[in-house]
């Protein structure tokens, strides 16, 4: 069968091709074509009361998230209350701090920046896993990151594997956001137990 000409389909870098501006075939490194951002030098300031400062609020409605596969959409106004409210729920209800890993294991939708920001503004760090992961791989990565959180979705929890932090599941949808002023998190059974035995035994 023949092969394909890589030089006629154009990829960069290839023998012949003509490599577009913004892409180095020296490095294989490409370059953004927009103007440099230009970073704070506060460093007390954080990185979600950044980017929210660029996210003015002279139209509340206008919607700063939208979601290809379903049309939802997220308000400005909306992703500042939602980012804010599961942040303080992350601190209160499962200690989440400066420092503090949490794992997140979402799908693509308007959910995942919600929760993404929220544990940045609850002064956490976030680390992303592929919800399609091996559950050998999702094992690895708490490990060794040493994760006090990991958040799901109900459709992920379900391969899971025995982890050592808890798992709370974030809901799929908005919707289930917007019925409650303030949104809820599920420790799962699992999680739960984990936490009362380490009452017992005296841990934290």
Do not use: W
């Amino acid at each position: 069968m023949p092969q394909p000409d890589a030089s006629a389909a154009g990829i960069p870098g290839s023998v012949g091709s003509s490599s577009p501006s913004f892409y180095s075939a020296t490095s294989g490194i490409y370059s953004s074509t927009h103007p440099p951002v230009l970073l704070p030098s506060d460093p007390s300031l954080s990185l979600v009361s950044h980017l929210f400062a660029r996210l003015p609020l002279d139209d509340p409605r206008a919607s700063s998230l939208v979601e290809a596969a379903t049309a939802a959409t997220v308000s400005r106004a909306d992703l500042r209350r939602l980012v804010f409210s599961l942040a303080a729920g992350l601190c209160r209800r499962f200690g989440v701090r400066r420092g503090s890993v949490v794992v997140l294991i979402l799908p693509n939708s308007v959910v995942f920046p919600v929760a993404f920001l929220a544990v940045l503004a609850a002064g956490g760090v976030a680390t992303t896993m592929n919800p399609s992961s091996a559950p050998t791989e999702i094992a690895a990565q708490v490990r060794a990151t040493g994760a006090s959180l990991v958040l799901a979705s109900r459709e992920g929890v379900a391969k899971l594997p025995h982890l050592a932090a808890p798992v709370v599941l974030v809901p799929e949808s908005l919707g289930l956001f917007r019925r409650r002023r303030s949104p809820r998190v599920r420790l799962l059974p699992c999680a739960a137990r984990q936490r009362n035995d380490r009452h017992r035994d005296g841990g934290p």
